[in-house]
């Protein structure tokens, strides 16, 4: 059976850290880009917010950059999204994302270019 699972998500205050994990069964994450995307109650679901190809080449959204770090760790199927400096405008539902055969030097940045999908995780971050 193909799933993603997330997990590491939480309360947090202003200029916080989480770590977010997102874990594949059924299928190598090693074959796919994986992209983390958030979505706020009522709003569409933003572009990807981090995205790891696995030629180990990422690419971070202007919103995240510097604060957003995803890594992969083979031996364990999985990819990471450590958020730190988090701000009231980080508070979002977070999924991560498996996108097949990514073409050379194309990072996929829109959410229908996505095989397969975690439930997501809440993220809130409040004083």
């Known amino acids: 059976q193909v799933q993603l699972v997330e997990s590491g998500g939480g309360l947090v205050q202003p200029g916080g850290s989480l770590k977010l994990s997102c874990t594949a069964s059924?299928?190598?994450?090693?074959?796919?880009?994986i992209g983390w995307f958030r979505q706020v109650p009522g709003k569409e679901r933003e572009g990807a917010l981090c995205?790891?190809?696995?030629?180990?080449?990422?690419y971070y959204a202007d919103s995240v950059k510097g604060r957003f770090t995803i890594s992969r760790d083979g031996a364990k199927n999985a990819v990471y999204l450590q958020m730190d400096s988090l701000e009231p405008e980080d508070t979002a539902v977070y999924y991560c994302?498996?996108?097949?055969?990514?073409?050379?030097?194309?990072?996929?940045?829109?959410?229908?270019?996505?095989?397969?999908w975690g439930q997501g995780t809440q993220v809130t971050v409040s004083s």
């Open positions: 994302a498996a996108d097949y055969a990514t073409g050379v030097d194309y990072f996929p940045k829109k959410a229908y270019e996505y095989d397969y």
């Open positions: 059924g299928f190598n994450l090693d074959f796919y880009a």
């Open positions: 995205i790891s190809r696995n030629d180990g080449r990422n």
